[in-house]
């Protein structure tokens, strides 16, 4: 059996993984979808979204396989991220590298491998889209190719978890911030009607949050100061307004 060889920029590959926020989570039907796709698509008894991680590879969506992960010096999917293309075992039982694997000789008894390395939004190869049969098979390069879009359609799944990740992340270092700050702060929406305002606030003005979310901004304002700015707010409009009528002329 030959273990795949470490990439290269390997620090940096399980840096961005963990960055996804991905592994070790419970099964999504977005990932679940995909593999379904391919495993109906190709014909095959087993699909998957397998991530490399540093010593297993792990299913985020598995159809065909119970169990959740397998060592990886003896994955398939260690070999096809070292590529660029799909990495395509036709008949393991005769190739030198796998045909005394375990998971070659033993359950899932793999015969026919075929899997297209899956990019991280920084451009790492963090695991792969594979299929899998028990016996061997051919795949011509359209097949080849229908593999690789729906690669890209998990990739695009991948990145959105990581953007949502991201912005979970700015949400929760804002609410800190609101939370903690000894400046008394509102956000209010386009008719001026309060939507957050924070603690200091609060005590500032001796409110609780419920008199005031869902109320005018203008209920904290002297009459004066509410007089200038309802005439600020008059002006700004009909200057927008002039604005665009030049426009549209």
Same mark, same amino acid.
């Given at each position: 059996m030959l273990q795949a060889a470490t990439p290269s920029n390997e620090v940096q590959r399980l840096e961005e993984l963990c960055s996804l926020g991905v592994l070790d989570t419970p099964a999504e039907e977005r990932f679940d979808r995909i593999t379904r796709t391919a495993q109906t698509m190709f014909a095959v008894p087993i699909a998957l979204i397998s991530l490399i991680?540093?010593? *297993? %590879?792990?299913?985020?969506?598995? %159809?065909?396989? !119970?169990?959740? %992960?397998?060592? *990886?010096?003896?994955?398939?999917?260690?070999?096809?991220?070292?590529?660029?293309?799909?990495? $395509? #075992?036709?008949?393991?039982?005769?190739?030198?590298?796998?045909?005394?694997? /375990?998971?070659?000789? !033993?359950?899932?008894? $793999?015969?026919?491998?075929?899997?297209?390395?899956?990019? +991280?939004?920084? +451009?790492?190869?963090? +695991?792969?889209?594979? #299929?899998? @049969?028990?016996? /061997? *098979?051919?795949? @011509?390069?359209? !097949?080849? &190719?229908?593999? +690789?879009?729906?690669?890209?359609?998990?990739?695009?799944?991948?990145?959105? !978890?990581? &953007?949502?990740?991201? &912005?979970?992340? *700015?949400?929760? %270092?804002?609410?800190?911030?609101?939370?903690?700050t000894v400046d008394g702060i509102f956000t209010v929406d386009e008719f001026d009607q309060i939507k957050e305002v924070n603690p200091a606030a609060l005590s500032m003005f001796g409110y609780d949050e419920h008199a005031l979310v869902g109320h005018n901004i203008k209920m904290l304002m002297t009459e004066s100061y509410r007089s200038t700015q309802e005439s600020f707010i008059q002006n700004y409009r009909r200057i927008n307004q002039a604005k665009l009528s030049l426009f549209l002329r």
């Amino acid at each position: 059996m030959l273990q795949a060889a470490t990439p290269s920029n390997e620090v940096q590959r399980l840096e961005e993984l963990c960055s996804l926020g991905v592994l070790d989570t419970p099964a999504e039907e977005r990932f679940d979808r995909i593999t379904r796709t391919a495993q109906t698509m190709f014909a095959v008894p087993i699909a998957l979204i397998s991530l490399i991680d540093k010593n *297993r %590879q792990w299913f985020k969506s598995k %159809q065909g396989l !119970a169990t959740e %992960q397998t060592p *990886r010096n003896i994955s398939f999917c260690g070999h096809a991220i070292l590529g660029d293309g799909a990495f $395509v #075992i036709e008949n393991a039982d005769i190739d030198p590298r796998f045909m005394d694997n /375990p998971l070659v000789t !033993a359950a899932p008894f $793999v015969k026919f491998y075929a899997g297209v390395p899956l990019l +991280g939004p920084k +451009g790492n190869k963090l +695991g792969t889209l594979c #299929i899998i @049969d028990n016996v /061997p *098979r051919h795949i @011509d390069s359209g !097949a080849i &190719a229908a593999l +690789g879009d729906l690669a890209k359609w998990a990739e695009a799944e991948l990145a959105s !978890a990581y &953007a949502t990740r991201l &912005a979970n992340a *700015r949400e929760s %270092q804002l609410f800190n911030i609101l939370e903690h700050t000894v400046d008394g702060i509102f956000t209010v929406d386009e008719f001026d009607q309060i939507k957050e305002v924070n603690p200091a606030a609060l005590s500032m003005f001796g409110y609780d949050e419920h008199a005031l979310v869902g109320h005018n901004i203008k209920m904290l304002m002297t009459e004066s100061y509410r007089s200038t700015q309802e005439s600020f707010i008059q002006n700004y409009r009909r200057i927008n307004q002039a604005k665009l009528s030049l426009f549209l002329r």
